[in-house]
């Protein structure tokens, strides 16, 4: 079946720019995560949804950087007023179980193929 | 707080020698650990977990609780492991924390 996807692939904006990046999860799953992936360096986890609830945006670096998912399927990660430091590959993944403090095993996060930004 | 570290960025080794990738961590809690991969041009993806005990393309890794290390393993490298490596810990029910990565080459 078809993975986790991400659009676009890649995306140039100049400083300043606001930009929006989508995530479509695999159906059915229920939570979803972004990731921050800065040149040479691991995944940084941002937030997270169970199904349209976002239960955790610790990650957000600013206020400038918002991510929704009203509907509990498709996300949306967008920044407003883009910065050179906020150039990275923008991760995606979904898990198709309830991921809470409750659970102590862990639900297998199916990762997107990423959205390379590049801030100028 | 937290942390993964994988103290090498790149690991060179020749077809049929042994590789191992090192993994440290830093938690106060009862850690979970897996071992992601990968490919180029591909997605990341899991490799392994350690409470599952497995081996996963020849590779395995041991929780040594002790050493506070998730040490990745096999014992004759083959050319198609060519591929980034991170080690990654589970924590707080619904959040991973990555190491840096190391990328392994395996040369003919």
């Known amino acids: 079946g078809a993975g986790v996807s991400q659009s676009p692939r890649y995306k140039v904006a100049k400083r300043g720019q606001d930009v929006a990046l989508r995530c479509d999860p695999i159906s059915g799953h229920v939570s979803l995560f972004w990731y921050q992936q800065a040149l040479g360096q691991g995944p940084e986890f941002l937030t997270y949804f169970q199904n349209e609830a976002q239960l955790d945006k610790s990650g957000l670096p600013s206020d400038r950087f918002f991510a929704e998912r009203p509907e509990g399927s498709v996300s949306t990660l967008k920044i407003q007023r883009t910065q050179q430091e906020d150039s990275a590959v923008y991760l995606c993944?979904?898990?198709?179980?309830?991921?809470?403090?409750?659970?102590?095993?862990?639900?297998?996060?199916?990762f997107g193929p990423g959205t390379r930004l590049t801030v100028l | 707080a937290q942390r993964v570290t994988q103290p090498e960025k790149l690991l060179s080794v020749f077809k049929g020698a042994p590789v191992e990738l090192k993994c440290n961590y830093s938690y106060s809690g009862s850690p979970e650990l897996f071992w992601y991969v990968q490919y180029s041009r591909q997605r990341l993806q899991l490799l392994l977990r350690?409470?599952s005990r497995e081996s996963i393309k020849g590779f395995t890794a041991d929780l040594n609780k002790g050493e506070t290390s998730f040490h990745l393993k096999k014992p004759f490298a083959q050319e198609e492991d060519s591929a980034m490596y991170y080690c990654a810990l589970f924590h707080a029910g619904n959040m991973l924390t990555f190491g840096g990565g190391t990328r392994l080459m395996v040369k003919p």
């Open positions: 350690h409470i």
């Open positions: 993944a979904s898990s198709p179980r309830l991921a809470g403090p409750l659970r102590s095993s862990y639900n297998e996060q199916f």
